[in-house]
């Protein structure tokens, strides 16, 4: 299983950016796809942003044009640049990796989160 952890978040200004790393414990290759979710007090977790391995990205609605997720290396394979943050960003950050096996099926882990919060 691998581990994940995430880092680079922190508090921030209305209008500040924040980019999050997700640190892998091991080499990731069979990458299906990598996702940011979060999940604020009193609320379910929500996917952010999303990146298959063919580079297609998909976002919320509600950080389109401000966030971008983008692929890095087999021991950070996935970041958020968090761009225009405003106070409801404010969230536990979640790194997801689906990754195939060689089973033929996948295997999904998560990280165990970072606190975003941003001051109005």
């Known amino acids: 299983q691998v581990q994940l952890v995430e880092s680079g978040g922190g508090l921030v200004q209305a209008g500040g950016s924040l980019k999050l790393s997700c640190a892998s414990s091991?080499?990731?290759?069979?990458?299906?796809?990598m996702a940011w979710y979060r999940q604020a007090p009193g609320k379910q977790r929500e996917l952010v942003a999303r990146i298959t391995s063919g580079g297609s990205t998909d976002y919320a609605d509600s950080v389109k044009g401000r966030f971008t997720i983008t692929r890095g290396n087999v021991k950070n394979p996935v970041y958020l640049q968090m761009n225009s943050l405003k106070p409801e960003d404010t969230a536990v950050y979640y790194c997801?990796?689906?990754?195939?096996?060689?089973?033929?099926?996948?295997?999904?882990?998560w990280g165990q989160g970072t606190q975003v919060t941003v001051s109005s």
């Open positions: 091991q080499s990731v290759l069979s990458i299906k796809a």
């Open positions: 997801n990796l689906v990754l195939w096996q060689v089973t033929g099926g996948t295997n999904e882990s």
